[in-house]
Every structure is written in C-alpha cells, then in structure tokens.
C-alpha cells in the first residue's frame, strides 16, 4: 500500500521517494532512479544465480531461458504490442504507403535504408549482431530521412536486383500517399530515395 508521502509527491509530479524534481517520463528523480536501477540489477543477478525468474525473482526459470513460464507468457505480449505500436508510427510517419509502386497496405510494407548502409547501421546503433527494432529506433530518433517505406516485393527487388522497372509494375501515383513521386510521370524515383531503376 503506498504510504501517504509517496501519493503526496507522486499527485504534485515530483520524485515519489524523495520529493525532488524527477526527471521527465520517470517517477523518480536522477538520483532515485539510479538507485532504483541499481538495486534491480541486484536483486536480478542474484534470483538468477538461485535459477529464479529474472523478472518477478520468485518463480524458477523455464529450461533453458531467464524467465519463468508465466513472465515469459507477459513479455512476449508486451513485446509484440511494443513492436506493432512502433511499427504503425513508422508507417505513418514515412507516408503510408510503397514509395515506388504506391501500395498502402500495412501489412505489407517495410522500412528501407535509402542508401543501402542497413546493415552497417544496425550494427552501429543496436550490436554487433545488427538485432534490433528499426521500427522503435526511427520513432526514438524523429523519424530520419535515411529511411523509406517500401513494400515486401519492391523492398526485394531493391535488395537482390538493384530495384524495379517498367516490366515490373506501372509507374504509381499516389493520390493517398503523402510521399509524392518527385516526376509524375516516373514511379520509380520519389523525393525520399529510390527503389532502384528509373524507367
């Protein structure tokens, strides 16, 4: 039960353990925090030293992992929803639809790096592996324009034969799209980068 300091400071937007200025999006201020995190690391190596649950630090792990079954059940949840949440900003923010043949379908559409450095930059920003949500890392970084949409087909086509062509698809202009083709009439290069061949 929170004690009558903790809701005091907590209703006045300061650090619920120490009444000081917390920082932004946090409850605690930087001081708290990194107590707070410190402890976690803590109480986290040791549950998993004993083979309990590295998240609730009571439940044994499951064979094989960090996690007992019930918390490994909730974090991929909470990882899918994280991922779709990302995912659909992405989208929108990058116009909402293939930048080279126009297609809108979310389902289908992927982010692109325009100049072809994906690989170096994954490693760059998230480890050596290149493992990472790109998704969360465009809406962290305000959306850079080193990416684009493309859709899983055209997004291919740029990976494997250096892009599409007239004999691929018809030049697309997208009336729903808010990425504008920079020549109407060529649906093949756009403002924000190119799938590949012009026509």
Known sequence: ?????YIEYKAAGLCVRCGSTRLEGKTRC???HQQHLAYNAKAKSKAMLKGDCRYCLIRPIEPGKSMCGECLVKHNVKQKSNYQKY???SITAYGGCCVCCGNSNPKYLQLDHIHNDGAAHRIEVFNKRG????YKWA???NFPNNLQLL?????QAKTVYGG???HDHPPYIRPACSVQPSDASNGYQS???LCGHTS
């Open 1 to 5: 039960m929170a004690s009558a300091k």
């Open 30 to 32: 930087i001081n708290c």
């Open 87 to 89: 995912r659909t900003a």
């Open 131 to 134: 493992t990472g949500n790109m």
């Open 139 to 141: 809406a962290l970084n």
């Open 151 to 155: 859709c899983a087909n055209c997004h």
């Open 164 to 166: 599409c062509d007239e």
């Open 191 to 193: 403002e924000h980068g």
